[in-house]
């Protein structure tokens, strides 16, 4: 009788064990799984021929993206929502973004070069964060650094001065090697009507591309 207590005891203890390690793995397993608004490319796809100018008047190139990671945003200074509402929020999560790489950077490409000046641009990321990085160039240069990126842009008839402009709402990671790694993708956001990044899931997965990363 002895006996079969103890091995009761040790089949009870190995179970116990045995399911507290299948928790752990579960857990693990959910903290490093990339949520749904990720899409990461199996094979990244290095930039070529980028030829932008940044809002102090200087060239920006496929260089500026070396050594850092780079959270790519398109968009236009006279946008009525998803631009300040995603920069904003970009504002928001940069110091996390920082904590996991102190080289982060966020870089706002605007798509409207006729009427977005480099002084305009340089007023409008600064209120947002003064070290965001603005570029833009005219539409021979600007579409094919765009469409590289996986984003898209459209102009409407320009017959008047308040034209708008169609972008996406998605959000590039370009990883230190100049290549296009991952994109954010949005959902639509029922406050404000209108597609948006989810800033907070963009870290979370952030951090878990950083582990996954091998360069």
């Known amino acids: 009788m002895a ?37 990461v ?9 980028v030829s932008l ?3 102090d008047g200087q060239s920006f190139t496929e260089q ?15 946008c009525p929502d998803i631009c300040p509402t995603t920069l904003a929020d970009l504002a928001r999560i ?7 790489s102190d080289k982060a950077q966020v870089v706002f490409i605007s798509v409207d070069p006729q ?17 965001f990085v603005a570029v833009t160039a005219a539409h021979e240069r600007l579409m094919p650094v765009v469409q590289q990126l996986g ?7 320009r017959e008047q001065s ?3 402009v169609d972008h996406s709402a998605s959000i590039a990671l370009v990883d230190p090697q100049g290549r296009l790694y991952a994109s954010f993708r949005p959902g639509f956001d029922e406050q404000s009507q209108v597609p948006l990044v989810d800033g907070d899931e963009l870290v979370a997965d952030f951090a878990r591309i950083l582990k996954r990363y091998r360069g």
Not at 5 to 22: D, E, R
Not at 151 to 157: P, T
Request: no cysteine; proline share 6%.
């Open 115 to 131: 009427r977005d000046t480099p002084e305009r641009l340089k007023a409008y990321t600064a209120y947002f964060n003064p070290d």
């Open 53 to 55: 100018t940044n809002a």
């Open 41 to 49: 490319y199996p094979e990244p796809r290095p930039l070529r021929g």
């Open 94 to 100: 940069h110091p996390r973004l920082l904590e996991l």
């Open 3 to 39: 006996n079969t207590s103890k091995l009761i005891w040790v089949f009870a203890l190995t179970l116990l064990v045995a399911g507290t390690l299948s928790g752990v793995a579960w857990y693990n397993n959910r903290a490093n799984t990339l949520t749904e608004s990720v899409v």
């Open 64 to 78: 500026d993206f070396q050594g850092r990671w780079s959270l790519v945003f398109v968009g236009y200074t006279f």
């Open 151 to 157: 984003l898209i842009y459209g102009i409407h008839e």
């Open 162 to 164: 308040d034209y708008l």
